[in-house]
């Protein structure tokens, strides 16, 4: 049995998928510094905020909401619910069930906010305002492509 050659990550530097995992690995974990003082972590935060603004959802509504899968989700609103900081009620049929904060996990989420904008403030600076702003709309402009990419009828009009 030979070696493997070792990884040569530069084989690939134009490797979207590559690159968009890792960058998004990174500020995940530099979020997690600043919400793990709260018991959370950045996936947890932004879920807590997405039931925050949008209220009672639907295990379907917030993996759209998200783009997160099911199994994913399902898990994190498990843990979240575990916590106190999200309850479920019966949705539309006995097979759903919607989601919503909590007046805990409310309150977690505005505390746990105060140290978000920190963390969101300091990458602003560390990157430039407006290397901030273009960035947002390219990573918008990304989503609305792999949309596009998976669902057919949207490449067809």
Request: hydrophobic share 40%.
């Amino acid at each position: 049995m030979s070696p493997k050659p070792p990884a040569d990550l530069a084989l690939e530097p134009n490797c979207l998928c590559f690159k968009v995992r890792r960058a998004a690995r990174a500020v995940s974990q530099h979020y997690d510094r600043a919400l793990g003082q709260h018991g959370l972590s950045a996936p947890q935060f932004s879920l807590l905020s997405v039931l925050a603004q949008a209220g009672l959802r639907s295990l379907s509504e917030l993996a759209k909401l998200t783009t997160t899968d099911r199994t994913t989700l399902n898990r994190n609103l498990g843990l979240l619910e575990e916590r106190g900081l999200v309850e479920s009620a019966p949705g539309v049929d006995k097979r759903t069930r919607r989601f919503v904060l909590t007046p805990t996990g409310r309150r977690l989420q505005a505390a746990a906010r105060g140290d978000w904008l920190v963390v969101q403030a300091g990458l602003e600076e560390a990157l430039g305002g407006a290397k901030v702003q273009r960035l947002l709309s390219d990573l918008d402009s990304l989503l609305a492509g792999v949309a596009r990419l998976d669902d057919p009828a949207e490449l067809t009009s």
